[in-house]
């Protein structure tokens, strides 16, 4: 039927092509189907192949000779291997677990030269690049060999077949989890953070360990899944930061983490995340699962209002009656942020607004107090509470008067858009 349907087409062409050139030039069955390969495709069908399509050529019309392809002037051969770059592709790709592959591969320029050559002087208005027909057919037995799904989009693997230097280059794509982790311990950062002295190398400085502190988030969740995953490196990318000093609480803050090279894909996550569980981690995942990096991109980009405790000692006199009318006078409040003293070595110094939501106390006891506080996305809490030598305004102490000292910071809660509990 497709054999028919290419019969059709290709007839009244032929009658006006010369195919003289391939006299000096002579190439084999599918190099010379292949200059028709968009002619008799039949719908979602296979179609035939390009070696048919040469055969059918040849038999109704008076073209020179093909050759055997090892002898072809244009793919000198390779057209007839396959077979072979398949299998080399599947050597390679099989020590690393993945659901879907890419092909692709690199040709010798001056076969690509060739094959312009041949469809300046014969036809390329039906053609099919030599690289789309390799990539095709390799891949095809690459999926019935191995069963695995060719994906064009997001493969987990590309595998780059050299068809000059026979050899396979592998992409291996990250695997990404997606999860939400709380800190039970303070002075843990979020990511790693190398030494500011040797940059990571290790010096006196940090003990040869290379980092300034021990451990971060990133290091206690990346290394709980690389134990089933292998992998290179990790990245983590975290809907917002806490300070290091500060606990997150609550649901936790949504995070993906990145395995950079992972050997395994499919992890049991249940694993995992009760091996996380173990308070001496000082951190802790869980609502684990697969993830991408469209995912990354949709939490870095996220504004969520977050609720806080913040603690500290009220340093001079005030009255309970006064603390409550100004805590009263800040909620629903936009405040003024110049950049704190604490972070202005490391971005540039100006003016943020935000709007504090709602403000409570949480707790009063003599000189001691604690503030519950819902706040925008990139409010400095701190500030809010102490002023800042005057940099935050309206403040808690600015507006009573003294000075507060603040103690503890924690995140309760991150108001997510994807929280059902979040309005
Ligand atoms: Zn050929
Ligand atoms: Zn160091």
Redesign the pocket.
Known sequence: MTLKTFHDSVEPLLGQIDFTFLKDNR??????G?IFAKLGQDGDEEGLSNQVRGQEIKRMKDVPDP?E?ED?????????DYPRFASMAIEKMKEWEHDTFLLGSKFDAEMVEKEELIWSEISGEFSEP?KAEFNREVGKLVHIEMGKEPEFSKPDIVAVIDTMYESVNLQISPLYIYGRYTKSKRGIPQTRWPCRQCMGKGCSKCDNTGKLYQTSVEEIVAQEVMKYSGGKDHRFHGMGREDIDALMKGRGRPFVVEIKEPMKRALPLDKIMEALQDPDLGASATEMRPSDNDEVVRIKSARSDKQYMISGIIQGDFSEEKLKEVVASLGEKTIDQKTPTRVKHRRADKIRKRKVKTISILELSGDRVAFAITAEAGTYIKELVHGDDGRTIPSVAGELGVEIKVEELDVLEILDSDDPGAD
């Open positions: 190439i084999c069955f599918t190099c010379l292949r050759t392809p072809c002037w244009l793919c000198e051969g390779i057209t007839n030599i």
